[in-house]
């Protein structure tokens, strides 16, 4: 089975950078991605990991260790409109054919 | 506009009544999965399929059925719904092998 802990709960201020943490304990790997959403909307895709290392998409960054089960989203230049709540997802398609475990997400708070 | 649509948004209905939320994208997608979110947890995978005819359980099946009988729809089936499936339904899809799946706006149930 799966197993993701992230933070439940952030607070950063406009402008600063934000690391969201993620570890994972799984029984199948096939890459871990981030998805944000709003309150009341549905997840949308910010990254995916499947080798370790950094993948930056512009604000966005993140990283994956397979070793450690760990990743983090970075999240830079802080905008108001990031407040959101940010679930890290695993995925293990080839082991388990299709499925994904999601983390509880972790509710990002920007303040003024 | 490449898109899933679910219907309907939003519905209230009575214990043990039957009910079909549909799922449809047309992206040509073969993988399409369910998932169900309740408050503070992250989603929660019912079903998926790989493909036409080909359906598995996800991590919490109990209560629901899913049929795929084309590519593009995924209907999700509660055969006699209880209080404790009320919940925020997200229907999702992808290209086998690409992880970046794409939501539908997701359906709102109550079950009274």
């Known amino acids: 089975g799966q197993n993701i802990d992230q933070p439940t709960e952030m607070t950063a201020t406009e402008g600063a950078i934000v690391q969201i943490n993620c570890t994972y304990q799984?029984?199948?790997?096939?890459?871990l991605f981030w998805y944000q959403q709003h309150a009341g909307e549905a997840p949308t895709f910010l990254s995916y990991n499947v080798l370790d290392g950094l993948e930056e998409k512009g604000r966005f960054s993140s990283f994956l260790s397979r070793s450690k089960g760990y990743s983090y989203l970075l999240l830079k230049e802080l905008q108001m409109k990031d407040s959101a709540s940010y679930l890290c997802a695993v995925s293990d398609y080839n082991t388990n054919a299709g499925k994904s475990t999601f983390g509880d997400g972790t509710t990002l708070t920007v303040k003024p | 506009e490449a898109q899933v649509t679910q219907n309907p948004r939003y519905l209230i209905t009575v214990t043990g009544k039957k009910l079909t939320v549909t799922c449809s994208q047309n992206?040509?997608?073969?993988?399409m999965s369910w998932y169900r979110q309740d408050p503070g947890l992250g989603l929660r995978q019912i079903y998926y399929s790989m493909n036409v005819e080909v359906t598995d359980k996800g991590d919490v099946p109990e209560g629901y059925k899913v049929s795929r009988k084309e590519k593009r729809n995924f209907p999700l089936i509660l055969e006699s719904p209880s209080p404790n499936q009320t919940s925020l339904y997200f229907c999702?899809?992808?290209?086998?092998?690409?992880?970046?799946?794409?939501f539908g706006p997701g359906t709102r149930l109550l079950v009274l």
């Open positions: 992206m040509n997608h073969e993988y």
């Open positions: 999702a899809s992808s290209f086998v092998g690409q992880e970046t799946q794409y």
């Open positions: 799984t029984s199948g790997f096939n890459g």
